[in-house]
């Protein structure tokens, strides 16, 4: 049962053009989070959002852009894609305060930039 | 910072036999928990199992692990595999402090043979 929506589920783009990536989540989470799994399937964490604040950015390029409205939507924009951003990105939700409280993942959007 | 560190890229068995999936992890804090992830092809991943007490075995589908912290590992193991577990698994931590946010080994792909 999908709870975690994301969309497009694919995009194929051109380097140097500009790509929004949505996510909704139906569980009642307080926390989103932003996954990029590439090529070789590392998965790394970019971004999370709690209750539509940052509190999570790892080292990622300043092109990237997260957003929140509110805690159940969280958005992602890459200003200006380059080939390096071909992966596939995942969304995922949480209750932030829970002990060992487990992720739930969207089915991801892929990206191809050519 | 923390880590987990998969040994194994590549796990083929045969069907009906025994297999085990190593993770071994580093990690500075104190309340962290332990998770494998399984992504199937062209699916988003999920919980397979979780823990975050020592020495304790925890169950689920069939697969088994127990968090060590004596020789911080976590590894993942099933008396006998089935054609359907082929897929992608993956170690992770996470520490409640932080957000709860998952940090993945680089995953092992466990292909089982007929």
């Known amino acids: 049962e999908t709870a975690v929506f994301q969309t497009p589920n694919y995009h194929v783009t051109q380097v140097g053009n500009e790509v929004s990536f949505n996510c909704k989540q139906t569980l009642g989470h307080d926390t989103m989070y932003w996954y990029k799994q590439d090529s070789k399937k590392l998965l790394k964490i970019m971004f999370s959002?709690?209750?539509?604040?940052?509190?999570v950015n790892e080292t990622v390029p300043r092109r990237f852009s997260p957003q929140s409205s509110d805690k159940a939507h969280l958005n992602l924009r890459i200003k200006s894609v380059e080939p390096e951003d071909s992966a596939v990105y995942l969304c995922a939700s949480s209750f932030r305060d829970r002990v060992a409280e487990t992720l739930y993942f969207g089915s991801g959007t892929r990206l191809t930039v050519l | 910072g923390d880590s987990v560190t998969q040994t194994e890229g590549l796990v083929t068995v045969t069907e009906g036999l025994p297999v085990m999936l190593n993770c071994t992890y580093q990690t500075a804090y104190s309340d962290v928990a332990f998770f494998w992830y399984v992504q199937y092809l062209n699916e988003a991943p999920k919980l397979l199992l979780r823990s975050s007490t020592d020495n304790k075995r925890t169950e689920h589908q069939g697969f088994h692990a127990t968090l060590h912290k004596s020789s911080s590992s976590f590894h993942l193991q099933k008396s006998s595999v089935q054609l359907s577990d082929s897929a992608l698994y993956y170690c992770a931590l996470s520490e409640r402090s932080n957000y709860n946010v998952l940090y993945f080994g680089s995953g092992t792909k466990l292909t089982v043979e007929p």
């Open positions: 959002y709690n209750n539509k604040q940052l509190i």
